[in-house]
């Protein structure tokens, strides 16, 4: 009879555990986390520690009177201890954060007014010589995420109040992003059909909504890249028989990754959101719909993952973006080769006029399985950069020069000196040259091109005078 492990080695395997478990956790090369206006760090439930933005030594604050604001003692509870506290700024002000790796960043920008002065803050935002916000105003607790790309040792984000009002931010995120996060290839979906497109990557995208569909709310708390996805119960489009076109399913097994894979891992999307799924019934179709700006381009992720089958090769739907059919037949099993496996596709669609988009997955002919004909885990909207301008709008003119400043301060500074030294040393060598020949024209001599003996026997050639008359 096999003895029961001892206290001792049930505590080591207990270790290890939780040690390989924090090992395994994203670790980003750059990870900036301020708390504006603060005089104490913050330490959120997620384990992470936001600094005072004031006296960091990887970040500068550059205005001309920065102002700290905090909430009033008799004013609620904040939601945490970012959302105490305040940076206001009356006139341009700008973050310079360190770069240690160049490449995708995650930008999170907190904004949360706990009195009536920030609520009626109307400002711009831009970093990196692009406009992130244009005319924004925060009436209500937001945090706006950006993913782009940086190809600077120092990144720039400058906040330009209106004329007449003031900026804010209670709390930045600037962290480094996992390079599977940010794929280059998705599917352009028009009401033509569906065709490949790529420069994906060098895109900038402000993420709407991150959905975990038919589970429960993830926190930041179980999301190694700190996100929050929300249930899709909200965005569902109602229909009379909508109850009995769809399934919700759970499961409790292991969601397998690829061993080694630069396309999925738990950065791309954590285990909670595949471990929850919204199945179509053979034949009908669940459908989600979303407000957003109108006169746009979206890059829709929809993830997947089959934890309904029993086995392969029985799961077949169709996936219809904002009405327009984007695959037909689709069969994850073929995409994966195996079931609980993640998957996710990148559709980029153009909204116009309606400021709607809606998402569906319907039921296939080909699919064989007698509960499910279709299957949806999470989704993910974002809205990518303009060709021109920003993300909202034209720039003001005041965030003109920010593509200049982005660049790094002190690349810079070492462009401009090495500009003077350069000025100086042409100018010198203009006005030796001036003088020298001022200097032979006096003394009767001129310049001329000769062999001479380098003093080895052998020949090379140079410059000497030649007198140009016999002075003796």
């Keep these: 009879m096999a003895s029961s492990p001892s206290p001792t080695c049930l505590a080591v ?13 994203f670790a980003p090369a750059d990870n900036h986390l301020l708390a504006c206006g603060a005089a104490a760090s913050a330490v959120l439930p997620d384990g992470r520690r936001f600094v005072p933005d004031s006296g960091c030594a990887s970040t500068r604050l550059r205005s001309p009177a920065p102002t700290p604001s905090s909430a009033a003692p008799n004013s609620p509870s904040p939601p945490s201890q970012l959302h105490a506290a305040a940076r206001v700024f009356s006139c341009r002000a700008s973050y310079d954060f360190l770069v240690r790796r160049r490449g995708h960043h995650i930008l999170r920008l907190h904004f949360y007014p706990f009195d009536s002065a920030l609520s009626a803050s109307r400002f711009h935002v831009g970093a990196g010589g692009l406009l992130l916000l244009h005319n924004f105003t925060a009436s209500s607790p ?15 984000l400058t906040f330009v109040p209106e004329a007449g009002s003031t900026a804010f931010i209670n709390a930045i995120e600037f962290v480094s992003s996992p390079e599977e996060l940010v794929g280059d290839i998705g599917t352009l979906v028009t009401s033509g059909g569906a065709a490949q497109i790529d420069g994906l990557s060098s895109q900038v995208f402000e993420t709407l909504y991150r959905i975990n569909v038919a589970g429960r709310k993830v926190t930041p708390f179980n999301d190694t890249l700190w996100r929050t ?5 909200d965005f569902l489009v109602k229909t009379d028989t909508s109850s009995s076109n769809y399934m919700a399913w759970s499961f409790s097994g292991r969601i397998a990754y690829p061993k080694d894979s630069r396309l999925m891992s738990r950065e791309v999307a954590p285990d909670n959101v595949y471990n929850s799924a919204r199945s179509a019934r053979s034949g009908r179709n669940v459908t989600w719909g979303f407000s957003v700006p109108a006169g746009s381009r979206y890059l829709v992720r929809m993830h ?49 006029d309606e400021g709607m988009l809606k998402l569906a ?45 982005s660049k790094g301060i002190g690349e810079f500074v070492r462009s401009l000196l090495c500009g003077f030294i350069f000025a100086g ?7 030796l040259m001036m003088r020298l020949r001022a200097e032979l024209r006096n003394n009767g001599t001129a310049w001329s091109w000769q062999p001479m003996d380098s003093g080895e026997g052998k020949l090379a050639r140079a410059y000497q005078l030649v007198p140009s008359k016999t002075d003796y």
């Design 361 to 405: 997955i319907g039921g296939s002919e080909k699919s064989l399985s007698d509960k499910a004909s279709g299957i949806l885990n999470a989704l993910e909207i974002m809205r990518m950069k303009k060709m021109s301008g920003g993300m909202d709008g034209d720039f003001p003119v005041a965030l003109d020069m920010e593509n200049v400043t």
């Design 304 to 352: 997947f993952c089959d934890i309904v089958s029993k086995v392969l090769y029985e799961l077949y739907f169709n996936i219809y973006v904002n009405g327009h059919l984007a695959v037909k037949d689709f069969d994850l099993s073929s995409a994966t080769g195996f079931l609980a496996y993640p998957y996710y596709i990148d559709f980029v669609v153009d909204v116009e």
């Design 142 to 156: 937001v945090v706006k995420e950006f993913i782009l790309s940086v190809d600077s040792d120092v990144f720039v």
């Design 13 to 25: 395997l207990l270790l290890c555990v939780i040690f390989s478990a924090a090992a395994a956790r």
């Design 425 to 431: 040393l042409f100018v010198a060598l203009v006005m």
């Design 229 to 233: 996805w929300v249930n899709d119960v």
